[in-house]
């Protein structure tokens, strides 16, 4: 089991900046990707970037530019840095693990963290 635990978030200004932190625990070893989805109220969960080990990032057209995903693999931690921040980021905003578990993938998430961008 890999359990995760986010810090960050809050209220910002368009054309503001935060930055979201994920701590993983647990089977660490057994991690392959880490990544952070979002999910605004009425829509789908959406993966905002994704980073596995030792391979290139991939990020959601909207916020390729501005978002920038990060691994401390020492610390076990990933961040997302958000800049230039849009309303339509608003969202609670989820860390997601990918590991492997009995041979089989399995996914953890973090509890979310509310970023809202407001004037």
């Known amino acids: 089991q890999v359990q995760l635990v986010e810090s960050g978030g809050g209220l910002v200004q368009p054309g503001g900046s935060l930055r979201l932190s994920c701590a993983a625990s647990?089977?660490?070893?057994?991690?392959?990707?880490m990544g952070w989805y979002r999910q605004a109220p009425g829509k789908q969960r959406e993966l905002v970037a994704r980073?596995?080990?030792?391979?290139?990032?991939n990020y959601a057209d909207s916020v390729k530019g501005r978002f920038t995903i990060s691994r401390d693999n020492a610390r076990n931690t990933v961040a997302l840095q958000m800049n230039s921040l849009k309303p339509e980021d608003t969202a609670v905003y989820y860390c997601?693990?990918?590991?492997?578990?009995?041979?089989?993938?399995?996914?953890?998430w973090g509890q979310g963290t509310q970023v809202t961008v407001s004037s």
């Open positions: 997601n693990a990918e590991y492997y578990s009995g041979g089989l993938r399995a996914n953890s």
């Open positions: 980073i596995p080990n030792g391979g290139s990032t």
């Open positions: 647990g089977s660490i070893l057994s991690i392959y990707a």
